[in-house]
Nanobody
Framework: VQLQASGGGLVQAGGSLRLSCVAS????????MAWFRQAPGREREFVAA???????QYADSQKGRFTISRDDAKSTLYLQMNSLTPEDTAVYYC?????????????????WGQGTQVTVSS
């Protein structure tokens, strides 16, 4: 599966962004989808994941601020990010895996988008 992420940019603290990730080459509906992020000098970390029936998981630091969703008809994954802080500055990656379980570790995901930069200014 090929993944193409977009929607990043520069935003002030307290602002919002909506990331998108378009998938091709595979039945999107059958995939577990997730967002990860990586800040400079830090390891890639889990942000959120969504299963085939819409079941969702979030990292504790994003709960209540970020919303993951999917549109299977458009083969598109979304991440709505609200109340952004400078600590959210990172490259955001979408990823996919097969199977039925949501996972939080990057090694469990086998297809990755190219990443989209999110920069939050104070």
């Amino acid at each position: 599966v090929q993944l193409q992420a977009s929607g990043g940019g520069l935003v002030q603290a307290g602002g919002s962004l909506r990331l998108s990730c378009v998938a091709s080459g595979r039945d999107f509906w059958s995939l577990i989808m997730a967002w990860f992020r990586q800040a400079p000098g830090r390891e890639r970390e889990f942000v959120a994941a969504i299963g085939r029936r819409g079941y969702k998981q979030y990292a504790d630091s994003q709960k209540g601020r970020f919303t993951i969703s999917r549109d299977d008809a458009k083969s598109t994954l979304y991440l709505q990010m609200n109340s952004l802080t400078p600590e959210d500055t990172a490259v955001y990656y979408c990823a996919s895996r097969e199977g039925s379980l949501l996972k939080r570790t990057p090694a469990e995901y086998f297809s990755w988008g190219q990443g989209t930069q999110v920069t939050v200014s104070s």
